[in-house]
DNA sequence: TTAATTAATCGTAATATTGCAATATAAAAA
DNA sequence: TTTTTATATTGCAATATTACGATTAATTAA
């Protein structure tokens, strides 16, 4: 095989896989460390912060907007790239339920 | 290619990519999920609730500890798996940071 | 118009992931 | 010991990802 059985799943537990898969990657993280960092961006400023080609830069690009963690929009002459709150909101809430239940955990048993 | 350039950033990026990336299938939420459900789990349950092999299973299992998101020990006849917090606080210290960010941001460009 | 700049897309090689049947391992039960 | 039960490992086919050179597309500057 090679492709997830994405049938037998939850649409919420594919969106979530989406994001986080998204995330799974260092140049990535990077990405969005530096959007965090700078609070705006133009895809140039990235290509020279991150040690990686123009077009594999671009692509890390699109499959965070495809996965909706980052928007881009047109600003004059480049592209303009900010974090977007939406993705990263859908995530929040998984991991809310996780701290609410490490919380609270009694059964330690591992 | 193919393998990712896992030199070229620092150990928190890969870290966290690494993180990421174990939680970026379908299944791998859906393990967790149960997890948190049963409070304590041995790994039968999971093959009896998860459409996939034994084997696959097993895999991503493997998976999330590798990652350190679950842990397992030997209980009695069977093995128990339970959430891992040590790699869950890691990447809550991320999401706090985005969410810090998102709250106070000004810059609303795209 | 022509040249320069910026970013996306195409094509492709190297590598990784996913899924499972078959098999192996290890412990408990008979 | 033999059988059963529970989980891991191996091997492999199908597919996905990563990275980048070459090219394209679109805009700005000259």
Redesign the pocket.
């Known amino acids: ?5 994405t049938d037998s799943f939850t649409e919420k537990q594919n969106e979530l896989a989406i994001l986080a ?1 998204a995330l ?2 260092p ?1 990535r993280i990077a990405i969005i460390e530096y959007l965090l960092k700078v609070d705006a961006c ?3 400023d990235i ?1 020279n912060e991150l040690p ?12 965070l907007k495809n996965a909706g963690l980052i928007k ?1 929009n ?1 600003e ?4 303009c790239y900010c974090i977007d709150e939406l993705g990263f909101e859908k995530i929040k809430g998984f991991f809310q339920d996780i701290t609410k239940y490490l919380e609270k955990r009694k059964n330690n048993c591992c």
Not at 54 to 62: D, E, Y
Not at 76 to 79: A, Q, R, Y
């Open positions: 095989m090679g492709a997830s059985k898969k799974g990657h140049a133009i895809c140039g290509v990686l080609a123009q077009p594999t830069i671009s692509q890390h690009l699109k499959e881009g047109f004059g002459t480049s592209i």
